[in-house]
């Protein structure tokens, strides 16, 4: 890259330059675009011409304000197609956009980095919203003391290893109803309600990649019944195979008893409720600070 050759070519007032921008999604593929009239490598990725992608002018600024700007683009089997942004395949996906010299396509400068925003969809074409990085700064930060862990099982705060047998199951699914109401017959083995709560990975078929959330789990006569919170928004067919892993209610009980981890618990199960701060004396009444066998204050 060149971006010195890129600025003395600016310079000059007879440019040949265009935007070029790819997009990485979070299960790693990589697209590229550009709004020349011809394919262009660009910062080692493909951008292909014939996509139907445009772009508006980009807004940045120099202090903390989000940077934005939109993408435009015809929905296409080759590129982004409709099924892809409908099953959420590009959310949140890393966007990179440049101006480049078509002439010398190793000459350019990176104007954008950011991710997509929200998505639409009409008549066949869709419009992103393109953040930039200082929208991470819109995000929460730090710890609340909360009775429950804040650790996401399996991260690294938890440090649990749900590679361990009895924490997961891989299984075919044997029937599915509304693409979130699934049958299994092969692991009654595990208690009731094990995966509440767990993270359910499709590994094979028309949905591999996605994930949900276990709502129900549930042992009804010889088969598994799991119920996710969410449909997965993309077909699912029998004999298609299911990664499901044990699920964690963030309790301290939980982190104890079935994962062995209390040693690793990010919670505070001994920070005081509500019905405690709204405590108060009352004449007549011990107010030793014990709890009351009724449900009351101290």
């Given amino acids: 890259m060149s971006k010195d050759a890129l600025l003395s070519h600016l310079a000059t007032g007879s440019t040949t330059v265009c935007r070029a921008w790819t997009v990485r999604s979070r299960d790693g593929l990589v697209l590229g675009f550009t709004d020349h009239d011809q394919d262009l490598q660009v910062d080692g990725v493909a951008c292909r011409a014939d996509t139907g992608m445009t772009a508006r002018a980009l807004q940045q600024t120099t202090g903390l304000?989000?940077?934005?700007?939109?993408?435009?683009?015809?929905?296409?089997?080759?590129?982004?197609?409709?099924?892809?942004?409908?099953?959420?395949?590009?959310?949140?996906?890393?966007?990179?956009?440049?101006?480049?010299?078509?002439?010398?396509?190793?000459?350019?400068?990176?104007?954008?980095?950011?991710?997509?925003?929200e998505i639409s969809r009409v008549d066949g074409s869709f419009k992103a919203e393109l953040r930039g990085l200082t929208e991470l700064l819109n995000r929460p930060q730090g710890m609340a003391y909360t009775p429950g862990c804040s650790a996401v099982l399996g991260d690294g705060r938890c440090r649990f290893a749900l590679t361990q047998p009895g924490y997961f199951v891989e299984v075919a699914v044997d029937a599915v109803e509304e693409g979130r109401v699934f049958t299994f017959a092969d692991f009654a083995s595990f208690e009731r309600s094990w995966f509440e709560d767990g993270r359910f990975t499709v590994i094979s078929g028309a949905a591999v990649g996605l994930m949900g959330v276990v709502k129900i789990d549930r042992q009804e006569g010889a088969n598994r019944r799991v119920e996710l919170w969410q449909s997965l928004r993309a077909p699912i067919a029998a004999g298609d195979l299911v990664r499901i892993e044990a699920g964690c209610d963030k309790s301290a009980t939980a982190c104890r008893i079935k994962f062995a981890n209390f040693l690793n618990f990010r919670g505070f199960p001994h920070v005081p409720g509500e019905d405690w701060l709204a405590s108060y004396p009352v004449p007549g009444r011990s107010n030793g600070g014990a709890r009351r066998s009724d449900g009351g204050g101290a």
């Fill in 65 to 117: 304000s989000v940077d934005n700007s939109e993408a435009f683009g015809a929905l296409s089997a080759a590129a982004i197609t409709e099924d892809d942004l409908t099953v959420g395949r590009f959310d949140g996906a890393e966007v990179r956009a440049y101006l480049v010299n078509w002439v010398a396509p190793e000459d350019f400068v990176l104007q954008f980095c950011g991710s997509l925003g």
